[in-house]
C-alpha cells in the first residue's frame, strides 16, 4: 500500500488515491463488521433451531418457538419459526422456516397464504434458507406477492435448520413441512392470515408443490388450497436421475439423492456407489447452495464423480431405489386443484419433455392445468423467469376466477 501511495504521489495524485484507500479499508472493515455478525448471529440461531426433547410434541403446525429476523426488507415483518410437523414415520418432529407478512393492517378476513417451496440447498442442517444471508433475494416473486398483500411462508423442510437428516427429494416429507408452516403462520399473532392460500416451488420445491397438492385436502382439512404453482418440478425421479447421470448436475443430483436415502430410508449407498467416490459423495453432501459461488464450489467438488462413480450402470432400476423414486414421483394432482406449471426449453437438468408429459397426464386426469413454456430459459432461472407470470396466476386463484387450462392446445 505504501508502495502504492508514493508511485501516486509522483504522479501527482496523492489526494485521489488516499480517497480510494480510505474507500478499500472501510469496504474491508464493513466485510469483517458483516462477518462478525454473521458468525454471532450464526451462535444465537443454533439454540432456536434446536428444541428440547418436550417441546416437540404437539399438534402438527403449532410452534415451538419465532423470533423476529433481523434485515429484513422494510416493506416486511420476518419472523424465523420453529414448529412442530409430523416424519415419515408418522412421529413427530420440528421443522423450521420463516414467515413473511406486508406492513400495515390486514384486510378483513386476513391475508391468503403463499407457501414458497424453496429449490435444492443441500442436504444437512446448515444449508437451511432460514439460515442464508440471501434468503429474501431466493425466494422468487417476494415483492410482487407481498405488494399483492399476501402472507409468504417458507419451509425449510424436515432437518434443514432444524434437527434429523433431510429427507431429500422425498414428496410427502415435504409437503407436510410446506402445509405445517402455513399453519404457523396462521399462529403468529398479529399477522391475521385467512386458511386461504397456494403453493409455488422450483426444482425440487416443485415436487413439494405438487405433493402439497396431493395431500392438503386429507393432511389439512381446516385449510383451502386453491392452486399449484411449479417451475421446471422434480416429477418423474427415475426418468429424471436416468437422463442426468452423465453431467456434472446430474452426479450431485444423484449423489445428494443417494447419500440421503441412505440416512432415511436405510438403503446402502455402497450397493451401487465404488467405495473410492463415497468421500467425493460426503463431501458433496456437506456443501450447501446459496449463490452461482456455491454452485461453482459443487462443479469443482463432484469432479471426480466423473471419472469415479456409480458401481452399477443406473441405481434407479435396482431396488430398493427403484421402488422409492416411484413413491416420490407425483400423481396427477385432484382435478379441483388448478396447476401452473412453468419449463425452460433450455433446461439440462430437468429436461422439457419430462414436464411436458407430466402435463400431459394431468389433463387427462381432468386437472385445469396451464403450461407456460420460457424459451431459451435453462434450470436455475427457471422460477425467476416465471415468477411474474406464477404470481398473476396465483391472485388470480385468490380472486376465484376460472382455471385457465392449456389441455388441448
Known amino acids: 500500500m505504501r508502495r502504492l501511495?508514493?508511485?501516486?504521489?509522483?504522479?501527482?495524485?496523492?489526494?485521489?488515491v488516499s480517497a480510494r484507500v480510505?474507500?478499500?479499508?472501510?469496504?474491508?472493515?464493513?466485510?469483517?463488521?458483516?462477518?462478525?455478525?454473521?458468525?454471532?448471529?450464526?451462535?444465537?440461531?443454533?439454540?432456536?433451531?434446536?428444541?428440547?426433547?418436550?417441546?416437540i410434541a404437539g399438534p402438527p403446525g403449532t410452534i415451538i418457538r419465532t423470533a423476529r429476523m433481523p434485515f429484513a426488507p422494510g416493506y416486511v415483518t420476518a419472523y424465523r419459526v420453529l414448529y412442530r410437523s409430523v416424519g415419515l414415520g408418522g412421529e413427530p418432529i420440528a421443522v423450521s422456516g420463516v414467515v413473511i407478512a406486508p406492513t400495515g393492517a390486514p384486510p378483513p378476513?386476513?391475508?391468503?397464504?403463499?407457501?414458497?417451496?424453496?429449490?435444492?440447498t443441500g442436504v444437512v442442517t446448515r444449508c437451511a434458507p432460514s439460515r442464508a444471508m440471501l434468503l429474501f433475494q431466493q425466494i422468487q416473486g417476494l415483492r410482487e406477492l407481498i405488494?399483492?398483500?399476501?402472507?409468504?411462508?417458507?419451509?425449510?423442510?424436515?432437518?434443514?435448520?432444524?434437527?434429523?437428516?433431510?429427507?431429500?427429494?422425498v414428496g410427502d416429507s415435504e409437503a407436510r413441512a410446506v402445509i405445517d408452516n402455513v399453519r404457523a403462520a396462521r399462529a403468529i399473532p398479529g399477522i391475521d392470515v385467512s386458511p386461504?392460500?397456494?403453493?409455488w416451488g422450483h426444482s425440487q420445491g416443485g415436487q413439494a408443490a405438487l405433493f402439497?397438492?396431493?395431500?392438503?385436502?386429507?393432511?389439512?382439512?381446516?385449510?383451502?388450497?386453491?392452486?399449484?404453482?411449479?417451475?421446471?418440478?422434480?416429477?418423474?425421479?427415475?426418468?429424471?436421475?436416468?437422463?442426468?447421470?452423465g453431467s456434472a448436475g446430474g452426479r450431485n443430483l444423484t449423489a445428494m439423492t443417494l447419500w440421503s436415502w441412505q440416512r432415511v430410508f436405510g438403503a446402502p449407498m455402497n450397493k451401487v456407489v465404488q467405495p473410492d467416490a463415497i468421500p467425493a459423495v460426503n463431501r458433496l453432501a456437506e456443501a450447501c447452495i446459496e449463490s452461482v459461488y456455491d454452485i461453482l464450489v459443487r462443479r469443482r467438488l463432484s469432479k471426480p464423480l466423473a471419472q469415479e462413480f456409480l458401481s452399477v450402470a443406473n441405481p434407479i432400476e435396482v431396488e430398493p431405489w427403484r421402488r422409492l423414486a416411484a413413491a416420490n414421483t407425483p400423481a396427477p394432482?385432484?382435478?379441483?386443484?388448478?396447476?401452473?406449471?412453468?419449463q425452460g426449453d433450455a433446461d439440462q437438468l430437468v429436461e422439457p419433455a419430462v414436464t411436458r408429459d407430466?402435463?400431459?397426464?394431468?389433463?387427462?386426469?381432468?386437472?385445469?392445468?396451464?403450461?407456460?413454456?420460457?424459451?431459451?430459459?435453462?434450470?436455475?432461472t427457471a422460477a425467476r423467469d416465471a415468477a411474474n407470470t406464477a404470481v398473476a396466476w396465483i391472485a388470480d386463484r385468490f380472486a376465484g376466477a376460472p382455471a385457465p387450462s392449456s389441455c388441448g392446445n
Open 5 to 16: 501511495t508514493n508511485r501516486a504521489a509522483r504522479c501527482g495524485g496523492t489526494g485521489r
Open 212 to 245: 402439497t397438492g396431493l395431500i392438503a385436502k386429507s393432511y389439512a382439512p381446516e385449510l383451502k388450497l386453491v392452486g399449484v404453482a411449479a417451475a421446471a418440478p422434480a416429477t418423474e425421479l427415475a426418468r429424471l436421475m436416468t437422463a442426468d447421470l
Open 333 to 342: 394432482l385432484p382435478p379441483d386443484v388448478p396447476l401452473f406449471l412453468a
Open 22 to 55: 480510505s474507500v478499500a479499508r472501510l469496504a474491508i472493515g464493513a466485510l469483517f463488521a458483516l462477518a462478525a455478525v454473521g458468525v454471532g448471529a450464526a451462535r444465537t440461531q443454533e439454540g432456536f433451531y434446536q428444541p428440547a426433547p418436550g417441546e
Open 358 to 380: 407430466y402435463f400431459a397426464r394431468s389433463c387427462r386426469a381432468g386437472v385445469k392445468a396451464q403450461y407456460f413454456e420460457m424459451p431459451r430459459a435453462g434450470h436455475a
Open 196 to 199: 386461504t392460500f397456494a403453493v
Open 147 to 169: 405488494g399483492a398483500g399476501y402472507v409468504v411462508a417458507a419451509t425449510d423442510y424436515p432437518g434443514l435448520g432444524g434437527p434429523g437428516v433431510h429427507p431429500y427429494l
Open 109 to 120: 378476513g386476513g391475508r391468503p397464504v403463499v407457501a414458497w417451496a424453496h429449490p435444492t
